[in-house]
């Protein structure tokens, strides 16, 4: 048995392998910080100097970022539980008196018959803040983003007081309907909360409309909408992120649950 030890420069094996792994070790670093990275194009490969540092990782410039500007307009309007809290009668009225121009679409007593949104009964604060995001070219249609570019804010605010004083459309569901899973509890897999825990039912979430009675038609094109990114009004893409997560099942199932009427 050798006595010799085993870590001992005197040990002619472990020289040798120190010595290979130093070799390797320092061929590694001529090759992916020096070679490889003076081979680049680019000004931030430009000098060893450059090179080992772009290899490394270090940025150019330390603590400078570039805002990026979306190219998306998105909802600026800020809603509050009382932003509404004044409304009185003569704001109602007012409101009736110009939603004689809206009735064409969305009927004489807020009541569509023609598969655009119902009005009647809808909380003010939805009503309003759509008007202001059609304006602002938050949120885009052929007929109402030009309709309402000579509304004023107060205008608005009258209309959205207006369709909120009318008696709205209850939710319709016979005992033996069965209520979709997307709508009662959602899907905590997919980050899906319920619809019903924000659009009334279970819970009302302030900005979001009432859904009952809803067209059919409507409430698909928006889901729709949403998933594929045509609709933008959402704050903080909260029904972005959920419409593109629910299958097209999903969409016609919450579709046809809000849309139930006698």
């Known amino acids: 048995m050798s006595t010799e030890r085993l870590f001992s420069l005197r040990n002619r094996w472990f020289t040798v392998s120190v010595g290979l792994t130093a070799g390797v070790a320092v061929v590694s670093i001529l090759i992916g910080f020096?070679?490889?990275?003076?081979?680049?194009?680019?000004?931030?490969?430009?000098?060893?100097?450059?090179?080992?540092?772009?290899?490394?990782?270090?940025?150019?410039?330390?603590?400078?970022?570039?805002?990026?500007?979306?190219?998306?307009?998105?909802?600026?309007?800020?809603?509050?539980?009382?932003?509404?809290?004044?409304?009185?009668?003569?704001?109602?009225?007012?409101?009736?008196?110009?939603?004689?121009?809206?009735?064409?679409?969305?009927?004489?007593?807020?009541?569509?018959?023609?598969?655009?949104?119902?009005?009647?009964?809808?909380?003010?604060?939805?009503?309003?803040?759509?008007?202001?995001?059609?304006?602002?070219?938050?949120?885009?249609?052929?007929?109402?983003?030009?309709?309402?570019?000579?509304?004023s804010d107060q205008d608005m605010r009258d209309l959205a007081a207006y369709y909120a004083y009318l008696p709205k459309l209850p939710g319709y569901h016979p005992a033996n309907q069965v209520v979709p899973p997307i709508v009662a509890t959602g899907s905590p897999m997919r980050n899906i909360a319920p619809c019903a825990s924000c659009h009334g039912a279970a819970d009302h979430k302030t900005g979001t409309p009432w859904l009952e009675g809803e067209p059919e038609v409507y409430i698909r094109a928006q889901l729709q909408a949403f998933a594929a990114g045509d609709r933008h009004n959402d704050i903080n893409e909260q029904m972005r992120n959920v419409a593109r997560q629910m299958t097209p099942a999903e969409i016609e199932a919450a579709a046809r649950y809000y849309a139930g009427q006698p």
């Open 34 to 151: 020096i070679w490889l990275p003076s081979v680049q194009t680019g000004s931030q490969f430009a000098g060893v100097w450059n090179a080992i540092c772009s290899a490394a990782g270090v940025p150019q410039q330390w603590f400078v970022s570039t805002p990026v500007t979306s190219r998306v307009k998105t909802s600026q309007v800020v809603v509050t539980p009382t932003m509404f809290a004044n409304a009185d009668a003569l704001s109602i009225g007012r409101g009736a008196t110009l939603a004689l121009r809206c009735s064409m679409c969305h009927g004489p007593q807020g009541v569509s018959q023609a598969n655009s949104p119902n009005l009647a009964g809808q909380y003010e604060t939805v009503v309003y803040k759509q008007l202001k995001d059609f304006q602002t070219g938050a949120r885009t249609n052929a007929v109402m983003s030009p309709m309402v570019q000579t509304l």
